[in-house]
């Protein structure tokens, strides 16, 4: 077996007891280390049924499902479940125990001493993002939903099990503390590399937290299982299509940053040296220019019209520009473009200094992208025939 795969589902069934067809039918899926996959389908599809068979809190009905390499139904129930994290919606908190009794419960079961055991509660919850001098001790009805969840993760990493499986973990909260949840929880997953399986309803937060995505049908049956791009740029069939629901163009905008595709180039022209720039705007038909300072960082967007009508005072010429960074999304730049006049944001470099620009229609060939049009990173593009900030000469800039 490939050495990457951690859970590997072959060929798993589950009849529930006194029904004819089976709730998942037949699933075969493999997850690489590291991996968060979310599985997407419609209510009932059997999303959790599939989750809870990977821990055996549902025994499979057939199939075999491998845990790096062993497969799970030699183990013990409960050996197993000590070694796989798992969090739920409703938290699952013990209302009578303290936080870090609750944090602390696998280790303990594990035989852990207690001063070990507070450590890793402490390490936790700190980890987290809750200060262990003010929440150890607290039961967890005083604590707010979104630290309840935090306390739940907490819980579910504190043997350092290599798996997770997450059931709605972030269901029940607001939209807000959601989005924080789900930034801590990848941010922290950048330093624990745990190999996940998520559940969710949300094709947002799944286009979020995954590294692919399972769309299932009825009986579990994956009808596509590919990165979120993928599955934006290309459903599968017209029920993929509707699950990704209205928006998905867009939505391919929040997962890719600027740095990712083409960049264009536009005249600049330099404040105090601006002679020339007349001329160049009019080889480029009309199109507009930059004014930057005399360390290159854009000012604003001038015309030709700004140049004829008031030649010699561009300092506070043309229209205000907006800037955005190589590491901005595409939905941050189409934001930037809407704000600005011309319709291109422009991007700047740490110091703020031009870097090149990113237009609408830059982003059209993003969004109905083809392969062949895999641009090169960050490289500014000739093809408009406008004059390029390189090829102006030192008195022309
Ligand atoms: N213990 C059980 N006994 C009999 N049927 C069950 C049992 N648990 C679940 N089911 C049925 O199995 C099917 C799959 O349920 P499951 O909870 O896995 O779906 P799901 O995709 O997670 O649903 P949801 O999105 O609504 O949470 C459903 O039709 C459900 O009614």
Request: hydrophobic letters at 40%; charged letters at 25%.
């Amino acid at each position: 077996m490939n050495r990457d795969v951690m859970i590997d589902l072959q060929q798993v069934s589950k009849f529930y007891r006194g029904q004819k067809a089976p709730v998942v039918e037949n699933m075969s899926m493999t997850i690489q280390q590291g991996e968060i996959i979310v599985l997407v389908g419609p209510s009932g599809c059997g999303k959790t049924t599939t989750m809870k068979m990977i821990n055996r809190l549902i025994e499979p009905s057939s199939g075999r499902i491998l845990i790096d390499g062993t497969d799970v139904t030699a183990l013990d129930g409960n050996d197993l479940r000590r070694q796989i994290g798992y969090v739920i919606q409703q938290v699952g908190l013990f209302p009578h125990m303290s936080v870090a009794t609750n944090v602390g419960l696998v280790p303990k079961m594990l035989g852990w001493d207690r001063k070990r055991i507070e450590a890793r509660a402490d390490e936790l919850l700190h980890l987290v993002g809750l200060d262990p001098a003010i929440y150890r001790n607290r039961l967890p009805r005083q604590l707010s939903g979104g630290q309840q969840q935090r306390v739940g993760v907490a819980r579910a990493l504190a043997a350092d099990p290599p798996v997770m499986l997450m059931d709605e973990p972030f269901g029940a909260t607001d939209p807000m503390t959601r989005d924080r949840l789900q930034n801590e929880f990848l941010r922290l997953q950048e330093q624990l590399r745990k190999t996940i399986v998520f559940v969710t309803h949300d094709f947002d937060e799944a286009i979020k937290m995954g590294t692919r995505i399972a769309v299932l049908g009825e009986r579990s049956k994956i009808r596509q299982f590919d990165t979120p791009e993928n599955l934006l740029a290309s459903p599968a069939d017209s029920t993929v299509a509707q699950f990704i629901g209205r928006g998905a163009r867009l939505k391919q905008l929040d997962l890719r940053r600027v740095d990712a595709i083409r960049w264009e180039d536009v005249p600049l022209i330099r404040l105090d040296k601006s002679n020339g720039a007349k001329r160049q705007l009019d080889q480029a038909e009309g199109s507009a220019a930059l004014t930057v300072d005399a360390d290159n960082r854009p000012l604003h967007w001038v015309s030709s019209h700004d140049l004829t009508s008031r030649p010699g005072v561009l300092d506070d010429a043309g229209q205000a520009v907006t800037t955005v960074e190589p590491e901005a999304t595409l939905r941050d730049a189409l934001d930037a473009m809407l704000a600005s006049r011309d319709g291109a944001a422009v991007v700047v470099d740490e110091q703020g200094r031009y870097a090149g620009t990113v237009t609408l229609d830059g982003l059209m060939q993003v969004i109905h992208h083809t392969p062949e049009d895999e641009p090169g990173s960050g490289v500014p593009d000739q093809r408009s025939g406008v004059a390029t900030a390189a090829e102006l000469t030192p008195e022309q800039r």
